[in-house]
Structure formats: C-alpha cells, structure tokens
C-alpha cells in the first residue's frame, strides 16, 4: 500500500491556513513590542515622557544633518520604522474575510490607528520617544506592506479580486 505524499499547500487550507495567518501576526506583534519596548540594543531606555509632535521634525533633522549622524542611525530611524509595519499592512488583509473590502485607505488608516497607540504607550511608560513622525512612517510601512500584498494577489491568482474560496 501506498502513502499519500501531500503537498505543503494541501496541509495548510481552510481553517489551517487562518491559524497559520493568526500564528504570524501574534509572532510579528510579539517581536514588534520587544523592539519597541524592551530591546535595550535600540535605545528602549527610559525617557521620562520626551515626545515630539511637530510633524517632519525629525525627519527633517536627519535628512538635514545626515553627514553628522552614521548612516546606521539615519537608516533605523528613518527606514526602520517603515520597514517595522510592512508586515502590519500584508497579514491585516490576509486575516480579513473574503467579502470584507480591503481597501488600501483602510489598511492604511489601521496602520496609523495601531501607530499612534504604539506612540501613546511609548509617552506613558516613558520608554522610548513618542514621535508624531514615527507614527508618519509606520503609516507609510503599512500601505506598502499593503501594497505587498496586492502584488502577492496578482502573482498568485493573476488578479486582487477576492472571493470566499481564495480567501481560506
């Protein structure tokens, strides 16, 4: 008799599959608050409620004087905190029902809702900065992990429409 060999994609469909989904985004919010609260490597220290809410100011700042800063700082800075909420905008619509419209303004607005709470628990247990433009970049981080996902539709299924039985 003969075993079956199924495939990884046999494996993971239907209610599997969502589990998979849900398991990513608890790992990514998981690694998210340690870098954000607890990783002393990048500056997690206690600050004493120090913010900014001038938007662009930091930004600016180090644009403006990037030859005084390494480039290491102006990249965590500046392309960390995009990159930190890429998967923020692909798993939110991938854990949407099929019939839910995944519209990009709609991602884009949880990615600035989840962000400024982030900013706010930052202000009040005084770790970290709360920075207006943090919030400006991981807004920008989650529309283009949005944007990720879109394009991972088309690869996929040659279109973004979303139907109940591409979903699962």
């Known amino acids: 008799m003969t075993k079956k060999i199924r ?75 995009i990159l930190v909420f890429l998967p923020f905008g692909f798993l939110i619509p991938s854990l949407l029902p099929a019939n839910d419209k995944k519209h990009p303004l709609a991602i884009t607005g949880l990615s600035l809702l989840f962000s400024a709470v982030v900013e706010v628990l930052q202000y009040l247990t005084a770790v970290g900065a709360a920075d207006v433009d943090d919030v400006i970049l991981n807004t920008i981080g989650g529309f283009l992990g949005y944007l990720c996902y879109v394009s991972w539709r088309i690869l996929r299924y040659g279109k973004v429409n979303f139907t109940k039985e591409e979903q699962a």
């Open 7 to 81: 495939s990884h994609r046999a494996i993971l469909t239907g209610s599997n599959r969502l589990i998979a989904k849900f398991a990513l985004l608890i790992i990514y919010l998981a690694l998210l608050s340690y870098g954000l609260f607890f990783a002393e490597s990048f500056g997690r220290t206690i600050e004493h409620g120090s913010y900014n809410i001038q938007p662009f100011r930091e930004i600016g700042r180090y644009i403006e004087y990037a030859d005084m800063f390494s480039w290491q700082i102006v990249a965590v800075n500046l392309l960390g905190n």
